[in-house]
């Protein structure tokens, strides 16, 4: 009988030392299949962020090379809009100084249908004159000069008017 027992104990032993061995395989064997499905989910995982970096870096690299443009474009418009600025100072600074020389003088047409005869004025050129048609009335050269200065002020101001305007339209043609 005791025989028995110890191969009975044998066999129970035996039976637990399988039941274990396959308890181990199979947490084994679970195991390594759950480490490969987390790889490939990693992997995936890991070139869905490299594609989002790539296009994240394209969209960055368009809005530079966007910015660069306005920024050039911006540069010359600054630069024409300077030019054009001096040009119109100098002119008008030129036709400040002839009529402070009297080499030019401003003149304004009279009206040749005023009523009560030219208002003091010859309506038609004498005859040792080389001006000929409509009346004309030359301005004291204070007041020639007093009307191109705010011209002068008005050009400048439509000059940066012009700017402002082809400034906003780039910005937007660059937004859109």
């Given at each position: 009988m005791k025989l028995d027992a110890v191969k009975r104990g044998g066999v129970l032993l035996l039976m637990l030392c399988l039941m274990a061995g396959s308890a181990w395989a199979a947490w084994a064997w679970q195991a390594n299949a759950y480490s490969q499905q987390l790889a490939k989910q990693e992997t995936a995982h890991q070139t869905t962020l490299t594609n989002l970096a790539n296009s994240n870096s394209a969209l960055i690299l368009a809005e530079q090379n966007k910015r660069f443009a306005l920024e050039q474009w911006l540069a010359a418009s600054d630069k024409a809009h300077y030019r054009v600025l001096t040009d119109a100072k100098t002119n008008q600074a030129r036709m400040r100084d002839r009529l402070a020389t009297a080499d030019l003088r401003l003149s304004v047409l009279l009206d040749?249908?005023?009523?009560?005869?030219?208002?003091?004025?010859?309506?038609?050129?004498?005859?040792?004159?080389?001006?000929?048609?409509?009346?004309?009335?030359?301005?004291?050269?204070?007041?020639?000069?007093?009307i191109i200065r705010i011209t002068s002020q008005a050009d400048q101001g439509l000059i940066a008017l012009q700017a402002c305007q082809a400034y906003v339209n780039r910005v937007f043609k660059f937004e859109l």
């Open positions: 040749a249908t005023a009523t009560n005869g030219s208002y003091g004025m010859q309506t038609t050129a004498c005859t040792g004159g080389v001006v000929h048609g409509t009346a004309r009335a030359q301005l004291d050269r204070a007041h020639a000069q007093r």
